[in-house]
């Protein structure tokens, strides 16, 4: 059985720093490029990042280009969001997911979803 385990969201205040981490099992993780969406309540569920299975190619979302990494650590099983600068609008329930092979920014694409970790931002 495949599990995807976010955890490391909570409340911060804006400018802080949070780093997000996603622990997977039941999959062979070096296989599986890796991404986070996020969701903001009545907002699509939209692309933040995605790692590749080596982690040598990294995609961001123009909106947090410059401010979030992804990462991930084959070793661990985990893969790592580390979210600077955070604004308000960062606000959302963010989610990893795996996918078989290779990344993509279309969440219908990815084989295993997370339940979620909530990331709140105040101004």
């Known amino acids: 059985q495949v599990q995807l385990v976010e955890s490391g969201g909570g409340l911060v205040q804006a400018g802080d720093s949070l780093r997000l981490s996603c622990a997977s099992s039941?999959?062979?993780?070096?296989?599986?490029?890796m991404a986070w969406f996020r969701q903001a309540p009545g907002k699509e569920r939209e692309f933040v990042a995605a790692i590749s299975k080596s982690g040598s190619t990294r995609n961001y979302a123009d909106s947090v280009k410059g401010r979030f990494t992804i990462s991930r650590d084959n070793a661990k099983n985990t893969v790592y969001l580390q979210m600077n600068s955070l604004k308000p609008e960062d606000t959302a329930v963010y989610y990893c997911?795996?996918?078989?092979?290779?990344?993509?920014?279309?969440?219908?694409?990815?084989?295993?979803w997370g339940q979620g970790t909530q990331v709140t931002v105040s101004s």
């Open positions: 997911a795996a996918r078989f092979y290779v990344t993509s920014l279309d969440g219908s694409e990815y084989d295993y």
């Open positions: 039941g999959l062979t993780f070096i296989n599986y490029a």
